[in-house]
């Protein structure tokens, strides 16, 4: 450092010069425009803006200089510091922002390689579309019933208006668990539900049971001993069979889509009377002269079988305790496993129930 | 039912108009459901010929064939050329026919539905054949293959005349599914009068048949039980020719309605029975002895029906016997010693009508159904006895040169079918079809042969006998709508009072369904049926509980002779099934019921349905029925995490099989707690039991190297199955209450020395209740070997320490962590 300038002559301090201050602030600015990384960067911090750069030490010079000069300096040095400590903080910024762009880039990855380690799980479509019947007749008001699958005598036949010679019971291909005597079934449909829930509940009852059910058939490729079905039960005064084709267009519009109407076609069945079987608008082929002829889901008919259903017999109100002066009901009832197997084209029923994962897996958790 | 169309169109007076289809269409408008329409499918040129040579030509494969010359008609005829004379040449295996005999000829371009093909000329053992000969079986007629060549009588028609129409092969079949509330619909009797009503035509009963000889007994019987049967009568014909043959029309409606012709007198007893629905026999009046008695047969006692079976008889069942004893099983089959043969000239008629619960029954004990029992079960027109005796009768006088001889027996009389009364707008107001008022309704019965009375606002229906389906109101509601037509119900959907969603149980088993899938298993389906081998492939020791089974009556095979006890069975088969398809990493889960024998369970009863059962005695019902709880089950085989450019991916573990119980333990927020046990089928050493309030729901961890041997499973696989009622029984109505602290967190890490016999769990769950401050624990270190003595193992913890309502400060970190040490030291644990 210089010993204090007391004959006030700033030319005398070469470093403050306004050429040499100028000379120091352009090399300084060259050096940062041409680092072009953060280790050269730091050096040229060390070179340019340090404490022993060429500017700082200027710097110091300027208490040498006589009060009245030293403004001039100041401003003089200051300014070309700032201007090397923005271009600095710019050149940094942009030198960054560019390392970190060929980082990123240098982390790129291919992303079609297989990204499935983890386990995926699905559920069988046979759950999925009894929980989403379920929610249909949910949003309609009405409630979910349950019960046994092995299941006494009584509550699956005779409740049911199907006494013991009754020609329709030897038609049910019964599973009796032994001995007989014990009067138990695996219950051929989901109707003791329906009476179950006569006997403790009192109308007006709306309720819907899905669930699983079993007829001694053996398996095949249209066969199964187990399968499961969908009932619904409604009792209410002044119920007709007018109600009961409302419920069940509703529901097959709700499941099959907008324009699935029925029909009915008389039928019997002991526990209802009026009986009639309900047929579907094929979903596929929609009865269109210009396709029906050729559809292979309905053969040609222009619609499918669905059900079977009718006004409840009053002889079931009687057994279930439900006065049948003042109530009457509708009852329905309708295969799932078909819906499946129908509605994505399953040539064998046997798929549903092997287990082989490629089965459930397209379903995913969801229709 | 099969129903001859040419048959019913005449019984019915049907305008030829009408065509098969819209007939098929109105009888299933009308609960005569159409199953198949049969017949019809057959087409010509099929023609009469004339055998003009038949030269036999033995061939090298030893086989005799006929070269045959066939005059077929000028229209059809070759040209005569030198000595040939005009005709077709055809080459035929068959040999009962001979030059000079009437032939059908299928010509080329026929359709035989029997064959399936269309003829055409080819070249075959020397020769073209111009054609084909044809046998009964081909052209589908009564006979089957017996017949060999179909030789027409001379004289029926000329060479060239259409083989179709003389002999009916193009008649159509109907097939009609009839629901078991129509038995008046198992005869062309019913369905004609169906078809009748359907078409507005009025109906010709074939059943109006004047009972002529009435006077003098037919043939003397006694019926010791008349409420098993009310009606029955016989009547005689002699001086049958034995000889005579069926009419060739009568054996092709037998056999266009699915029966064999057999000879005349069978042939006509079943004729009548398909044209008016009452079964009849008629015994050998040679091989009778002594009176007909009906009664109930004697313990012991033995019977040959005619399907040449020995039988048992039961003390219930109704018997027709003579003096030597049964001659036949009421209303279902004759004796074979009594049976129409050859020699037969004089036989009985037996016309009855028995009681339909009596028949039912013993077809069903003697598992022998017939045409007979299906109608009698269905029940039977009980005023037509007397009257189909004498139809039968009078077609044996006129086909088989019979006498009828004086004198019918007629014992019993069934009266008229009780009213129904209901109220006039009943069926309007069920129906829910506006347009059915009292004049619809009365219309309607009256078509279906009822009587109606309108008294004041009632209805009073008498129904014809033959009507056993109409006894409640609701019946006839039906028949007024089946007449009026189920199409015309409109569709009104009915409001439902506000329901309440799911319950909680439903809604927490879609929740553990989704949690199962979350958990990376893939759902099956499986049969329930297991049986010895399966519970011996689990390893179960024989005492224990699983397998006592709920044995099914009629199981569909015997290996699997009742319900399973464990879900395990179906998902490791199905396991197996998948390995055996090439999957190497499967995961796989079920939800069902599995169901438990109740030790001293009643039988259930059977109640009357005349009122509701008391609560009590529904209880009674309900305390028979076995456990039957729904079940999860899962296994994991193979992979768990897939190997692959990340990794080596992981094997499936025994802690994988425990985690997906977590899982589901902690979708529920229920707390389980989980105990070592050894139990089959899983691997003593690994596997966990679940405890909820210390009682077990479940298990889970490795399988059993023994039991994966026997499914055919690789190594290591696991498996687990809890009670999903228990656990989501115990479910709270609502989850906790989240509570957390936004105060800084100080981690510990703690590593303890212990005994290899102390549980890392419980140490964990210790630690976790070792202070206030304590906000999590978590194992994260496991080490046994040279660092720690013989016998030890150092268990790693990282502890999280965090106050609600402050930063903690060293002091309190400090003090946390001695009391962590201090609690870890209550299991010998020193710090390492």
Redesign the interface.
Known sequence: MSAPNSDYDPVEVTPLRADEVERMRDAALAAIAAADSVEALKQVKIDHVGDRSPLALANREIGALPPQARKEAGQRVGQARGAVNKALAERTAQVEAAEFDRRLAEEAVDVTVPVDMEPVGARHPLTTIQDHVADIFVAMGWEIAEGPEVEAEWLNFDALNLGPDHPARTMMDTFWVAPAEAAMVLRTHTSPVQARTMLTRKPPIYIACPGRVFRTDEPDATHAPVFHQVEGLAIDEGLSMAHLKGTLDHLATAIYGEGTTTRFRPSYFPFTEPSAEVDLLCYVCRNDPAQVADCPTCRGEGWVEWGGCGVVNPRVLIACGVDPERYSGFAFGMGLDRTITSRYDIADLRDLWDGDIRFTEPFGIGL | MKVPVPWLRELVGLPDSVTTEELAARL????L?LEEIAGGQLSGPLVVGRVLSAVPEPQKNGKTINWCRVDVGPEHNDPATGDVPAGRGIVCGAHNFGPGDLVVVSLPGTFLPSLGFEISARKTYGHVSDGMICSTAELGLPGGDQGGILVLEPGLAEPGDDAIALLGLNDETLDLEV????GYAWSLRGVGRDAALAFGLAFRDPADIAVTDVEGEGYPVVVEDPQACPVFVTRRVTGIDPTRPTPEWMARRLVQAGMRSISLTVDISNYVMLELGQPNHAYDAAKLSGPITVRRARAGERLTTLDDVERELDPADLLICDDEGPVGLAGIMGAAHVEIDDTTTDVVIEAAYFD??TV??AA?RHKLSSEAARRF??GVDPALQARVAQRVAELLVEHGGGRIEPGLTVVGEVGARPAVTLPVDLPR?????PSIDVDVSVAALRGNDCEVQVQGDQLVVTPPSWRFDLN????V??EV??VVG??Q???????????????RA?ELR?RV??A??????????????AGEEDFDKLGLPADDERRRQ???????SAQEP??TTTLLT??L???G??VG?G?D?????E???V?RIRDDSP?????G?????TDDE?AV?DA???D?PLMAAWTMLGQ???R???GP?RDATWADAIAVATRLAEALHVDLAVEAVALAPFHPGRCAAFLLDGEVVGHAGELHPKVLEAYGLPARGVAGEVNLDALIGAAPDLGPRPVFSAYPVAKEDLAFVVDQSVRAGDLQDALAGSGPLVESVRLFDIYAGDQVPTGKKSLAFNVRLRAADHTLTDAEITEARAAAVETASRFGATLR
Do not use: C
Request: hydrophobic share 40%.
């Open positions: 299933t408008a009308f609960d459901k629901n078991p509330d129509r339909r619960s039912a029954r069903r079960e269905r107001r069920i129906a829910g079809v409640d109101p609701y019946d509601v039906e709508l089946r189920y199409d119900v409109p569709s009104v959907l009915p409001q439902a009072p506000g329901g309440r969603g799911l319950t439903q879609r369904g989704y199962l899938a979350g958990a990376g298993l893939v759902e099956v389906k499986t049969f329930p049926f709920v044995l099914l009556e009629n199981p569909l009742g319900l179906g998902l088969r199905a396991a099934l998948n398809r999957h990493d499967v995961a796989l889960t939800m069902g019921r169901f039988h259930a009863p059977i109640y349905v005349d009122r509701r059962p529904l019902l028979a029925l076995p039957q768990r995490e897939k692959g450019w990340a991916g």
